[in-house]
């Protein structure tokens, strides 16, 4: 392995770490703003019902991050070289942190919440009447598009697009009967 003097090594372990840091601290502001915004929707929607479709996958980041922090304090037994263990340490608490971050992130995006009028995704509410068409992604991963109105774009995973598209035509069909309740009278 090549040689890195002390100073080099601590320069590009604080650059990693503020880099990993910032992620993860951008990722907390965005999970904090939809843990409130969640629970003032949940407060105003009383009909409103809670979905969570990552549970495992977040469990298993969590189990990553776990061992990745695990790996960080016993790096000193997977080298041999005492002079490269700053860097092991700081590469698997780098990794410890983006999959903290990715927690985060696969939390609020694998939660969604349906109303009888739209559903709450992220950190912003989407109302059905607003959507344009939700379009299969083509490749390898089979993500789902869902088109708005005011030009917004959002692409959430196969089973929420499908749990999405089978409630927005629940809401057409009510609508629909709305209307001719409404010209019979």
């Known amino acids: 392995m090549f040689q ?3 100073a080099l090594q601590w320069i590009v372990s604080i650059a990693l770490v503020l880099y990993v840091g910032y992620s993860l601290v951008k990722s907390g502001k965005e999970y904090s703003l939809y843990k409130k915004n969640s629970k003032a929707f949940l407060e105003t929607h009383k009909d409103a019902v ?3 479709y990552g549970k495992w996958q977040c469990a298993l980041l969590v189990v990553m991050t776990v061992a990745c922090i695990a790996m960080a304090l016993l790096a000193q037994h997977f080298t041999d070289d005492m002079a490269q263990i700053l860097l092991y340490r700081v590469a698997y608490l780098c990794i ?3 999959f903290a971050g990715l927690t985060l992130e696969m939390w609020m ?5 349906f109303s009888e009028d739209g559903f709450f995704i992220g950190t912003q509410y989407y109302r059905y009447r607003m959507i344009v068409t939700l379009e299969k992604r083509k ?3 089979k993500n789902i598009k869902v088109l ?3 030009g917004d774009v959002i692409e959430v995973s196969q089973r929420i697009g499908e749990e999405i598209r089978v409630r927005f035509n629940e809401y057409k069909v009510k609508k629909k009967e ?3 309740k409404r010209r019979k009278h």
């Open 4 to 6: 890195m003097n002390n």
């Open 50 to 52: 809670e979905c969570r």
């Open 96 to 98: 410890a942190i983006v």
């Open 109 to 113: 995006h694998r939660t969604i919440i």
């Open 139 to 141: 490749g390898i991963v």
């Open 148 to 150: 708005f109105q005011n």
């Open 178 to 180: 709305r209307k001719e």
